[in-house]
């Protein structure tokens, strides 16, 4: 892809990542503009939540650069807490504050680390809440909701801090199957609403229809970078064939 002048919203450049002697990343380049929706598809074992978590340096590289919205990211300190609020991240566990109401939980950034005023972030939450269908839970506490509720409200959290980019690392899988198009709609309304987001799912209808790029990896490479249609009508690779050809005949 060409460079625009404008700086993509996550720049990767030959990033390496090893687990002891595991390559799990493998010279990763990857320019995803402000906007797009990149969803990352591949078997288990491919690379693809620790690509993820190295976009805010939950995991962090051995080598190679990663920059947000035009800025490197930084290893520690001040400057990456800067870094990780402006990066939204919603994993399979919602980790949830259990002793803090579902309102509570998504005031609690903002009034901490973006030093909003109480009662405007209490209107902020109570806004997100609504967007994510759950205003009327605003007073229980996370045992008393769905997973589904729960995953909504991490995703309200997340959102709560403003952010410039959102990742996803397996949202619905630990959810029960008839809770999984809940949090995919409210996923699919981020997408349309223009938010860049990076998404690790299994969930090939969501690829489908959401994203604007699929990313297939194996063995710690990106081996395709596609559009959805293109992707799952005409894989290149005997990997992505193969990868179809087991999930796609259940």
């Given at each position: ?86 990066v939204g991240m919603v994993f399979q566990s919602f980790n949830l504050f259990a002793h803090k109401t579902i309102l509570d939980n998504v005031m609690l950034a903002p ?140």
């Amino acid at each position: 892809m060409e460079k625009t002048s404008t700086p993509s919203m996550i720049s990767m450049a030959n990033v390496n990542k090893y687990f002891g002697s595991l390559h799990v990343l493998q010279n990763i380049d990857l320019e995803i503009p402000r906007g797009q929706v990149v969803i990352v598809l591949g078997p288990s074992g491919s690379g693809k939540s620790t690509l993820c978590r190295t976009i805010n340096r939950l995991e962090p590289i051995d080598s190679g650069r990663i920059e947000v919205d035009g800025k490197v990211l930084p290893a520690e300190g001040k400057a990456l807490a800067a870094l990780r609020a402006d990066v939204g991240m919603v994993f399979q566990s919602f980790n949830l504050f259990a002793h803090k109401t579902i309102l509570d939980n998504v005031m609690l950034a903002p009034l901490k680390v973006r030093k909003k005023k109480k009662d405007e972030a209490k209107k902020d939450a109570l806004a997100l809440l609504e967007r994510v269908g759950i205003a009327n839970q605003a007073e229980k506490y996370p045992a008393q909701l769905s997973g589904g509720q729960q995953q909504r409200v991490a995703i309200a959290r997340a959102l709560a801090m403003n952010p410039k980019v959102m990742l996803f690392d397996e949202p619905t899988s630990a959810l029960d199957p008839e809770m999984v198009q809940e949090v995919l709609d409210v996923m699919t309304s981020l997408a349309k609403d223009g938010m860049t987001m990076l998404v690790v799912t299994h969930e090939m209808g969501f690829a489908r229809k959401a994203g604007d790029r699929v990313l297939f990896m194996a063995d710690g490479q990106i081996v395709e970078d596609t559009d959805p249609n293109t992707f799952f009508t005409a894989p290149k690779s005997d990997r992505a064939k193969d990868f179809l050809g087991k999930i796609l005949s259940h």
